[in-house]
T-cell receptor, first 113, second 114 residues
Framework: DGGITQSPKYLFRKEGQNVTLSCEQNLNHDAMYWYRQDPGQGLRLIYYSQIVNDFQKGDIAEGYSVSREKKESFPLTVTSAQKNPTAFYLC????????????FGSGTRLTVV | KNQVEQSPQSLIILEGKNCTLQCNYTVSPFSNLRWYKQDTGRGPVSLTIMTFSENTKSNGRYTATLDADTKQSSLHITASQLSDSASYICVVSTLTGGGNKLTFGTGTQLKVEL
């Protein structure tokens, strides 16, 4: 089945630690996105990538980093510079950046301990 | 500033009843409007996508309407089921040089009870 897979489902981070969230898709989509979801707020864009080896900052990129070495993969690293990382993280993809249809992963819940 | 506002914030209805969720937006220029259903702890799933020229679109028991003049949309759920309990998110898109720019509403939390 085609889809977008995020792992792990739950992740715990200690203070000062970097953690990486995985996002893999087998939909042959060019564009991929990372969003953050907090209670009572709409999803906010962290980073997006329109093609391999290219990515752009979204609205809240500070404290995050990404890479896009393969079309299928768009991992997100939450660095120690992100002071409030506890949130639900969603990865999405679309055929192209101009395409209407987004497919979302099932999310990773990150908690600082 | 581009904004998407949804109402009500939360809603409880009895199984079998109908309900209507509202979405007002100030996003400009408008490209398309989407409604998503998000179950707790899961990613959003697309219900409908409407462009400027479409004023209604259905997906089973879900019917979305769009009034681009007043910048309002609604999502009507018919004959609700327990499985409809979820957050419903309105998303408005503009098309920029970098692709679609999405503005998300905060969602309406719907609970369907027996």
């Amino acid at each position: 089945d085609g889809g977008i897979t995020q792992s792990p489902k739950y992740l715990f981070r200690k203070e000062g630690q970097n953690v990486t969230l995985s996002c893999e898709q087998n939909l042959n989509h060019d564009a991929m996105y990372w969003y953050r979801q907090d209670p009572g707020q709409g999803l906010r864009l962290i980073y997006y990538s329109q093609i391999v080896n290219d990515f752009q900052k979204g609205d809240i990129a500070e404290g995050y980093s990404v890479s896009r070495e393969k079309k299928e993969s768009f991992p997100l690293t939450v660095t120690s510079a992100q002071k409030n990382p506890t949130a639900f993280y969603l990865c999405a993809s679309s055929i192209t950046a101009a395409n209407y249809g987004y497919t979302f992963g099932s999310g990773t819940r990150l908690t600082v301990v | 500033k581009n904004q998407v506002e949804q109402s009500p914030q939360s809603l409880i209805i009895l199984e079998g009843k109908n309900c209507t969720l509202q979405c007002n937006y100030t996003v400009s220029p408008f490209s398309n409007l989407r409604w998503y259903k998000q179950d707790t702890g899961r990613g959003p799933v697309s219900l409908t996508i409407m462009t400027f020229s479409e004023n209604t679109k259905s997906n089973g028991r879900y019917t979305a309407t769009l009034d681009a003049d007043t910048k309002q949309s609604s999502l009507h759920i018919t004959a609700s089921q327990l499985s409809d309990s979820a957050s419903y998110i309105c998303v408005v898109s503009t098309l920029t040089g970098g692709g679609n720019k999405l503005t998300f509403g905060t969602g309406t939390q719907l609970k369907v009870e027996l």
